[in-house]
């Protein structure tokens, strides 16, 4: 049976509210942010994660990558962590490539997140913006969203060509008001519950937040988790 294996996390938290406050303050249509200003704490994960059945091309490893897993107000994103918990206990997907049942899946999650770091220490080692693929992204909420049309305008949203359902957009590290800006934005167009808000593009940059990331969490290489 295939199954989806969760090798490791890591979680940032961040103030949306205070960053949306300093991003829009400036812009014109300013008042149009306010409900972006008015956030509870937030947090963001990602995953290195892969199939169980899926090899590298060249090697006998586990393919795996990191994605953004979930983001948004720390209470929506334990109740992504809840759904995903039913898959856990059904076997569908595997931490550690282990098999768990949903209370101890949702455990770790509030563990995760009450050791968050802040979101600053990965912004403050990335040089370069990263393409990221959004799944199930809603149209609807995109076109009232004022800080996606910003994006839109300065070119940093892409159609994404093989999915209606996903779309592209460039995130900004150079600054991390914006960088808090573009991930609660992600948090407020994406719709459904998937195992993860998106992924990002596996091109030249991916490498680099690959990198960022395994140095954050004390590992040099992907392959190190080979199961």
């Known amino acids: 049976m295939s199954y989806e294996i969760e090798y490791q996390k890591i979680a940032f938290s961040f103030d949306a509210g205070n960053a949306c406050r300093q991003a829009f303050k ?12 008015e956030t509870a704490p937030c947090v963001v994960t990602f995953c290195e994660h892969g199939s169980n059945n899926t090899y590298n091309r060249d090697s006998d490893k586990r393919a795996r990558y990191w994605s953004l897993q979930y983001v948004g107000e720390v209470s929506s994103v334990m109740l992504d962590f809840i759904v995903a918990s039913v898959y856990a206990e059904s076997g569908m997907l595997k931490p550690k490539n282990r098999d768990v049942t949903a209370e101890a899946y949702i455990t770790a999650a509030r563990k995760l997140i009450k050791n968050a770091q802040p979101l600053t220490r990965l912004q403050g080692i990335m040089s370069t913006n990263v393409l990221f693929r959004i799944n199930d992204y809603s149209a609807e909420r995109a076109d009232s969203n004022p800080w996606w049309q910003k994006a839109m305008r300065e070119g ?72």
């Open 26 to 37: 400036d812009l014109p249509d300013g008042e149009r942010f306010a409900p972006y200003c």
């Open 156 to 227: 940093r949203v892409q159609k994404d060509y093989y999915s209606e359902s996903c779309n592209m957009l460039e995130v900004s590290f150079a600054d991390i008001n914006q960088l808090i800006c573009d991930l609660y934005t992600i948090a407020q167009i994406s719709c459904g519950q998937c195992s993860s808000k998106g992924d990002f593009k596996r091109d030249i940059h991916y490498y680099e937040i690959e990198r960022a990331l395994n140095a954050i969490s004390g590992q040099s290489s992907l392959e190190m988790f080979a199961a």
